[in-house]
């Protein structure tokens, strides 16, 4: 029922979101204690002693090691106690599971799965974040009452946009505007472009655009819960219908990208942040295009609380698929796919150093 | 467990209560939203999408249609998909249950079940609504956390007034009278005359009263929701015990009713109206009297609420019976052999057009 | 899952607590109504009466019965049922259960369980209550949302005190003291001596102390659910290690008491009290102790709250033991062996007169 892929990469928040203080974070249905260890790194810890359960970050940090608040078990960054008060020996079975993170572009990501398959290269990046020419905001969390499915599928759905954003993200013009959808690759594409209509919301107030526009939504969603939006928008007849990549950002473009974390079966954090080639040197621009995201934003939002409201009662009978549910319907295949894989490894047969799963 | 009586007619509200913006009720467990069309009927359809079971109540009215407000499903007042987003044709799986609904003397009602089924002749009337020489009024919905069968039973049950009601509608001197039953017909009726005491504060107040008087109480419940309670009162001695009808119309006579709707397995709301031959000229009259009942109404709420908190805790031994319950329990029987109609009709063998229950 | 000791005396309030009205308590998630009778004792009576489970704590007092608020069923103190409104006989099954209730030193206690075996000389009870050396000041009510085991255990655990009571009861100075535990008596107990160490902020503020200290805790467990917390101070060296009781009251010498009522498998309440040798004259001297045991037992209730919520979680192993549990473990093993015996007495052999358990 509440299924989630353990081997992968999550977004633990964004960097700024963790100091020296013990911080409670909950992925995957996992309480985890979280800090800004003296070196700079982040640490991760389970978060629960393992003697009377209370979280450790009910306790208080020394130096890198983090003191249970009711019997002062102590344990160090990679989850080993290294003291029992009122005895000298340390019991093997005395530890707490310690997981990987890594930082980057101010993105701390954790690993939820076996210790020996966290491989870095597996973190989500592009070369926007790094390139000149380009302009990186990092936005804030979304929190969500919704299943996660529902959240990442919702953003490889370029249908929802014309009913749900009406007035920022899309308009009227789209509402029949067939969907392209590839699948076949490691990431899932839905897009489509609207030629010839008047700029949305969102390119009246960022392209400065006085005639028709041909606007691009182009979804892609890394597995499992990573999507990159690049929407933008060129002078009517000025890009060639599919445009290539580099041809596109001859135009006002967007990276809009979400960061989506499983909370629990029920909530779900979508962490937000921008990528532009346009005014890339207006200090003004992040907060004004924050706005029109929390807008819209908000809209999604609504949305996916009631579906999960309805989608917890009784059902009479199986939801219908359309035609627009192609690359959700290929997101929710790909996640099934996965779990399977991770339920049919013989975990048992390659337990991770620290940490047996048994639920 | 939450078992409703399905074929079957509710008050959905009072006709007041509805207008041309969308408006979800829920009925029997089920999400219904309901508005006023274009010629005036009430709309009442199945409150979900079928394809991402969005609740249309969260989308918009275009015209006499109703469109999802995740991915523009369009549904028309019979609850059929008139328009997919994105595709030409219409799936048949695309459609919404209508309900059929009745609006009379401002009071608009529902029919739960079996399309083929709904018959108006089967919703309740009686010919003081448009008797002139009777005043209606319509008083408001009373909101219970308590299952209906309770809520219900408690309007067949003289014995409580006493009790519950002590400086409204009832007095110590009605404590001991005996309750007359008669459980033979198609309504349940429990009555009791109180003679030659004391007019309780209702009849003081409306009654004009200055000595004793005889006070009846006839209390009948029309299966499954309806509740008619024939109150009154005259000088002592002017009329025979039990008198007729028409004799009763003689004295100061009030209908109180109460139109009950199951709304979930543990709410209810009772919505009630009064009809008067006494001060009918009177235009303060409704508001004073309303004020009563409100008083009165307010008691029943604290016992029925805090007897369903009872009710879910889990047992020790079985309730005991007394004298007093023999409305109550033909009630209970009544209702329980409505339910083994339904659940042993064969209902595959003849489903409703439209909507095929599977829970 | 939820199990309580029934045979036992519990604490259902200061006596002080009870008046003439009607008030409902719940005791091992057993809802029972409360009042002071004309002749001064308590009366305990189930609460929901057998007819339509109304509880009696909604009805009204007439003389010392209660009448149900719904439809008058009357019951005594003894809980018999003395007048069904409507007829004349009493059927046998109208009854309540009645809990025998005892008071003293200001202290109501109620018995649980089988009515035979009823003995107020199982009551706790200790000669200080009554010895004018010694002044007792009854505290307040700590409502804790935790499991009773959890919070008995507490107060048979010296060691947390280290680290969950820095600034009042204890200090770092204990962190590594051992813990002494005796478990072969009927009552439990656990202690441990700091010698020659600075007063903790309790002793420094009452004790009167220039220099270092000997300090001492005795936790004595009385089954199953009576704490007393022997703890003091006297000057480094005055006292041999594992002094005497006799001699124990030569120095500053304070008995916590705590009245552990299990309310229901999530919710206990903790009536706290204290007995001293010192100070006794000040009439401040309550309110100051009363201002630090607050501060330190809302450390506990912190605690304890947050374990009550991790272990409401699925685990993925189990706890472990160390050094230090070994009273808290004796605790759990007597509760586990008295429940047994409570499950394997054959109860149907010797009911209890007026109330068999059917859960």
Not at 15 to 34: A, G, S
Not at 199 to 215: A, E, L, M
């Amino acid at each position: 029922m509440t299924q989630f892929i353990k081997n992968a990469w999550y977004v633990a928040g964004f960097e700024r979101e963790f100091d020296d203080q013990l911080r409670r974070v909950t992925i995957l249905d996992e309480h985890i204690v979280m800090f800004r260890r003296s070196d700079g790194k982040i640490a991760a810890l389970e978060d629960r002693c393992p003697h009377r359960l209370l979280p450790l970050s009910k306790g208080k940090r020394i130096g890198d090691t983090v003191q249970c608040g009711y019997h002062g078990l102590t344990f160090d960054c990679a989850g080993k106690c290294t003291r029992v008060p009122g005895q000298d020996n340390l019991p093997a079975s005395a530890y707490v599971h310690a997981y990987p993170t890594e930082t980057r572009h101010g993105i701390t990501w954790i690993w939820m799965g076996d210790l020996d398959k966290a491989d870095p290269a597996l973190i989500f990046d592009m070369p926007e974040f790094t390139d000149p020419a380009w302009a990186v905001h990092l936005g804030e969390p979304l929190y969500l009452k919704s299943h996660y499915l529902n959240v990442a599928e919702n953003l490889v759905d370029p249908a929802h946009v014309s009913f749900v954003h009406p007035t920022t993200l899309g308009s009227a013009a789209s509402e029949n505007v067939p969907v392209h959808v590839s699948t076949g690759g490691e990431v899932i594409t839905a897009w489509r472009w609207i030629m010839d209509a008047e700029p949305v919301g969102f390119f009246k107030s960022f392209g400065g655009f006085t005639g028709n526009v041909d606007r691009w939504h182009y979804y892609h969603l890394h597995m499992p819960c990573t999507a990159v939006i690049d929407f933008g928008s060129a002078a009517a007849g000025q890009l060639a219908p599919d445009a290539s990549e580099a041809d596109r950002n001859t135009g006002v473009r967007i990276f809009a990208i979400h960061l989506i974390t499983p909370v629990t079966a029920t909530e779900t954090i979508d962490r937000w942040l921008h990528i532009r080639n346009t005014a890339t040197d207006d200090t003004d621009a992040p907060a004004r295009m924050d706005a029109m995201f929390r807008t819209a934003f908000a809209e999604d939002k609504e949305i996916l609380e009631a579906v999960q409201e309805e989608e917890a009662r009784p059902a009479r009978r199986r939801p219908i698929r359309i035609a627009i549910d192609k690359a959700p319907l290929a997101y929710r295949k790909r996640i099934n796919d996965l779990l399977e894989l991770e339920r049919t490894e013989d975990l048992a047969s390659a337990p991770s150093p620290a940490f047996v799963y048994h639920d």
